[in-house]
């Protein structure tokens, strides 16, 4: 079966705080993802958005004197204008508020009790009140009953709740990990999970009944669903699963839904557990990152080291959002260790990737087809020149960017891609074509010297795009490039016609420390 479409997710986040440098890097990681799967000619949808019901929101609305819905508009309508900031191409914003997530909510929790995967009954354990988490006596002890996030107290929670009857998904689930060792990623936090899974799963109250702030359980008003639950359902009812004539329903099952190390247990336990009592079709990949961390300690207003947006924006302000999606693309914690955020390896990297790289080497091309041929492309030549087949390695280095991406292993693609660049260089240090332009006789050498360069370096760009837009975007009005079309065929050789006008280009300007 050809696979029609391609869904991405971002968690929702939580309109009660600010976004920041984490939720910016993992939104800009699945943009690029998405865009690079619609370059690549497939049918896309990419979606993120708020998480607004929930204890925590009540309180703050009740502190500043609003209700919890002017509060969550007044956060949403932030968050969405801010999210604006990093270039998103996101095809939808949820929202847990709107009346369609809500209603199909409600339908879901309702044929998990139709089923049974729902009962009522008793909870005694530990709450969470910081990550509206609950905890069973054991793992309360575990953490020495504080909150392994907060450091706070946890509460003693005993109540008639809704349960979701997880522990009768243990064996589907073992199953699950064994037949489809992709299902989370990356490897080690697989391995965790597994772990986690083999102490044997318990039941999981899904409502409460000390707020009110929330979706009610159906036929039960005095029950809010837990917000989780609420939250995790955002992934279907966006695409409007719970009504049989959804037109969105081929988006479905995603392909990646990305989320940071500390909310994998919902996602790779819980949530496949809950599609599995729907019976509907599970997610091919939870894809959970690690951790930014800032100048060598996890992130604290107290210390200063907090990339806030105002610090996110000043990088903006001097390099370049490109810079910044960029940086965040291919420094980020994608593996099972956490990465640091620092402006001096920011810098390094916008340097030597950007400045001395990409940006060097467009320019220097384009200042010599306008220093010796007035700025029209020469044509090819046949034949080699010299030891870089420039043709092949653009061949190669598409076919390896494009594993890369489908892998979800955005620092292979950008090196993949930036590899090109670095070969056009080391083509150019080896044909001098600097020299070839004193002598007449080596004109036709000259030619298809700067036809390969300038041919590479689209190419390149057509495979940096999905990363820096703004930028590729520039160089495509600047040398009048064919626009759009599938990425296969704009990484075909020859896309470049001789004659066409090569403006001189400078991409990425040098930056002060
Ligand atoms: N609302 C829940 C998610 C529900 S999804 C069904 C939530 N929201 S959140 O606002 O707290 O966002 C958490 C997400 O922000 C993390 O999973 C991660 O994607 C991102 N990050 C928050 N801090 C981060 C870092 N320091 N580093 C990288 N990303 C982190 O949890």
Known sequence: MVDATRTITTPIYYVNGRPHLGHAYTTTICDVWARFQRAAGQDVFFLTGTDEHGQKVEESAREQGMTPKALADLNAAEFQRIMGLFGLSNDAFIRTTDPAHERQVQTFVQRLIDSGDVYLGTFEGWYDPGQEEYYTQ?????????SPISGRPLEKATEENFYFRLSAYQERLEALYDQQPGFVRPEARRNEMLGRLREGLQDV?????????????????????YVWIDALF?????????????TQAKYWPATYHIVGKEILWFHAVIWPALLMALKIDLPSCVYAHSFWISEGQKMSKSLGNFVDLERLQSCIDTYGRDALRWYLATNGPLGATDADFTMDQFHDV??????????????????????????????????????????????????SVTTAMEAFDLGAACSSAMQIVRKVDAFINETEPFKKAKDPDQLASLQGILYRCAESIRIASALLEPVMPETMQRLTQAWQLPEGGPLEKACRWGGLKAGQSIEKVALFPRAER
Not at 373 to 392: K, M, V, Y
């Open 138 to 146: 054991t793992k309360a002890r575990e953490c020495d009953f504080k």
């Open 205 to 225: 109250p899904i409502s409460r009944t000390n707020f009110t702030w929330g979706i009610p359980v159906p036929g039960h008003e005095a029950h809010v669903i």
């Open 234 to 246: 955002n992934y279907i009812t966006a695409l409007d699963l719970a009504d049989s004539d959804a």
């Open 350 to 399: 916008y340097t030597t990737d950007l400045v001395n790289t990409f940006g060097n080497c467009a320019s220097r091309v384009s200042a010599m087809i306008n220093k010796y041929f007035d700025g029209a492309l020469p044509e090819d030549c046949p034949g080699s020149l010299g030891s870089i087949d420039l043709q092949r390695v653009c061949l190669e280095q598409t076919a």
